[in-house]
Structure formats: structure tokens, C-alpha cells
């Protein structure tokens, strides 16, 4: 059995398709398909399930695809903890965000450069909490930031960064000088721009508006932080943010952003790896970096409007 064989099962599963996973391999389609035949010759069991087109694994081949990820995955942390002996972490280092956070991730990234010159770090920051988990799982990404949930300690370590707060961002006109705060019975009453209903961060938004007895009616929803706001400088909208990420994009010219109260709620965000040893030597290095970089701290003073 070579690791070239499981990583062409692995991509096969990923990608859903020979000629997408060859690609991704980099080799020819009869390549691929001729070390998966000879991996269920050497197993004695069928993997795929083959047909005109690619019709999916066979339940042995989904077994089988979670050993294939965590070989090549204790591979990786192999060759990767051999290095640090030798010369210092190098490679690369992949971190899944959820949207919300992704401002925060930059606060990580920077000190643990900084510490490992020889790491290159790939961040992910369009995933939902549940793809965090399950990438995490999979072995795709080395460590996630998402929110705090419960059955988390169960299968992943938690590294606590920050708490989420949420800020009404609205016209000067709407929230004049002397108001320092805003209901969230207030927010919903405005037009309103916010996230898409199949995001963590709308969800946990429209949780809060719940608590007040209200419902949200968005004019306009999208998927994208930088789409909101653009379309909040436009001035014809207001939004519910978390303040995180008045870091990254600022006021909008002619805005105000006004913490959210009745109720005041934060919702804590963490830095998550998985629970197994010896583990990935990247996730260990950043787990460090985390456990003593303030990041709530970092993050807790508002923009000035």
C-alpha cells in the first residue's frame, strides 16, 4: 500500500469526480483510476462504485476513506515534527474561520509568522461552523476559529480568544450623539442589511432579536461581510455587525456603530484543534501562540466613527 493510493481515494471523495480528482493530483485519470483498482485488490474489498460516471463509495470505501485521511494526516505530523527537530516548524499551516471571526484570525497569524519565519499559512474564512468541525475532523484544515458549543469537548481542544458582541450600525441621523447605546427592539425596526439565514452569525442574530419578542425583515441579505458592507456606506442601510469587524472595515463615512442592549449578550469565540496525540506540531505551535496573545483585549476598544 503507497500513501499515493490513499491520496487519490481521499481526492476521489472530495472531488466526486475522476477527472476533477486527477486534476487535483496532478496526474492522468487512467493513473488514478488504476492505483484505486490495485488498492481494492491489495484490501480484497470494492471501494467505488462504478458505473457509466462516478456513482460514489461503496461503505467499505467510506471506511476506509477515514483511515486514508488520518494515515496521511499522522504523515504530515511525521514529517512535520521530524523538521522542527531539524530546523524549525516549516510548511504550511491551513486555519478554517467562520465569516464573523475572520478579522480576529489576522491577530493569531501575525505572532505565529513571527515565531515560525518558515511557515506558510493558508486561512479559510468563508466556512459555516459545521464545515469548520467537519474539516477539522476530515484532517483538511489543522486548526478552526468558530463559535464556543456544547459536545466540542468531547472530540476537540478549545483555546478561548474572545466574546462576540454585536454593534447596531446606522445613519448619524438615526443614532444622534447623546445615544451611546440601542435596543435590539429598536435595530429591528430599521432597514435593515444583514447575513444570509444559512450563516452561524444570522443565526445567532436572529436568536437575540427572538429574545425580545421581535423578527428581522431585511431588505437586503447576502453571504458576503465585505457585500454588507458596501451596502451599508451606500447609507440607505443599517446593519447588526459583530464588532470584530469595525476592526477591519471601520465606520462608513456619515455612520455611527452603537452597542446592542436589552439584551446585552456576547457569544464566546475559540480557537479549535483536534483532541488526539501526538497531533498536528502546527495546530501545538498555534495553540501557544493563542494561550498568550490577548485577543479580546486587541479587540475591545470600538473604532472611533
Not at 202 to 210: H, S, W
Not at 238 to 265: D, I, K, N, Q
Not at 275 to 285: D, F, K
Amino acid at each position: 500500500m503507497l500513501f499515493r493510493q490513499l491520496e487519490y481515494l481521499v481526492a476521489l471523495s472530495r472531488e466526486r469526480h475522476f477527472a476533477r480528482a486527477a486534476q487535483a493530483c496532478h496526474v492522468s485519470q487512467p493513473a488514478l483510476s488504476e492505483a484505486i483498482r490495485k488498492l481494492e485488490e491489495e484490501l480484497d474489498v470494492p471501494l467505488v462504485l462504478r458505473g457509466r460516471k462516478y456513482e460514489g463509495l461503496t461503505p467499505e470505501g467510506e471506511r476506509i476513506v477515514v483511515w486514508a485521511q488520518r494515515i496521511l494526516a499522522d504523515r504530515d505530523a511525521l514529517k512535520s515534527e521530524v523538521g522542527h527537530l531539524r530546523t524549525g516548524l516549516s510548511g504550511r499551516m491551513r486555519i478554517g474561520s467562520v465569516p464573523t471571526a475572520s478579522g480576529a484570525v489576522a491577530l493569531l497569524t501575525a505572532p505565529f509568522c513571527l515565531a515560525h519565519p518558515l511557515v506558510t499559512v493558508e486561512v479559510i474564512a468563508d466556512l459555516q461552523s459545521e464545515d469548520v468541525l467537519r474539516q477539522l475532523r476530515n484532517f483538511e484544515i489543522d486548526a478552526g476559529v468558530t463559535y464556543l458549543r456544547e459536545g466540542l469537548g468531547d472530540q476537540f481542544r478549545t483555546v478561548p480568544l474572545y466574546e462576540e458582541r454585536y454593534v447596531l450600525l446606522t445613519d448619524a441621523a438615526d443614532a444622534p450623539a447623546h445615544r451611546t447605546t440601542a435596543t435590539w427592539a429598536e435595530a429591528a425596526r430599521l432597514p435593515l442589511c444583514l447575513l444570509t439565514e444559512a450563516m452561524q452569525g444570522r443565526r445567532v442574530v436572529d436568536e437575540l432579536f427572538a429574545e425580545v419578542g421581535v423578527r428581522p425583515l431585511p431588505r437586503v441579505e447576502t453571504d458576503s461581510v465585505a457585500a454588507l458592507f458596501a451596502h451599508v456606506r451606500t447609507g440607505r442601510w443599517a446593519s447588526v455587525v459583530p464588532h470584530t469587524w469595525l476592526h477591519v472595515f471601520g465606520v462608513p463615512h456619515g455612520m455611527r456603530a452603537v452597542p446592542l442592549v436589552e439584551p446585552a449578550r456576547t457569544v464566546p469565540v475559540v480557537l479549535v484543534t483536534v483532541m488526539r496525540e501526538p497531533g498536528s506540531v502546527m495546530a501545538r505551535a498555534l495553540r501557544e501562540i493563542a494561550g498568550r496573545t490577548d485577543v479580546a483585549a486587541a479587540l475591545e476598544r470600538l473604532p472611533e466613527d
